[in-house]
Nanobody, 112 residues
Framework: QVQLVESGGGLVQFGGSLRLSCTASGRTSSNDPMAWFRQAPGKEREFVAFISSNGGVTKYADSVKGRFTISRDNAKNTMYLQMNSLKPEDTAVYLC?????WGQGTQVTVSS
């Protein structure tokens, strides 16, 4: 069993920045890739960013490429998402995932 807890969300103005964290506990493994997804009200969950187990490979949705940066610290069992130049369309609940496990999510709201 793995537990994932996201934090760092909040209300930010257009063009602002936030840094999300996702900390894993339980039967964790530094060999697992991780990812961020987001879900806006009335919309389907969508992929945001992916990071390989050692952080050597990262992938991004086109909508966030160049603005968001995914990283991880395996010693702390934590993954991060640095979000810059935020737009109102980035407003969503951001969820992290590892293998079959999902966190509860953290709300990000960007005001125009």
């Amino acid at each position: 069993q793995v537990q994932l807890v996201e934090s760092g969300g909040g209300l930010v103005q257009f063009g602002g920045s936030l840094r999300l964290s996702c900390t894993a506990s339980g039967r964790t493994s530094s060999n697992d890739p991780m990812a961020w997804f987001r879900q806006a009200p009335g919309k389907e969950r969508e992929f945001v960013a992916f990071i390989s187990s050692n952080g050597g490979v990262t992938k991004y949705a086109d909508s966030v490429k160049g603005r968001f940066t995914i990283s991880r610290d395996n010693a702390k069992n934590t993954m991060y998402l640095q979000m810059n130049s935020l737009k109102p369309e980035d407003t969503a609940v951001y969820l992290c995932t590892l293998a079959i496990y999902w966190g509860q999510g953290t709300q990000v709201t960007v005001s125009s």
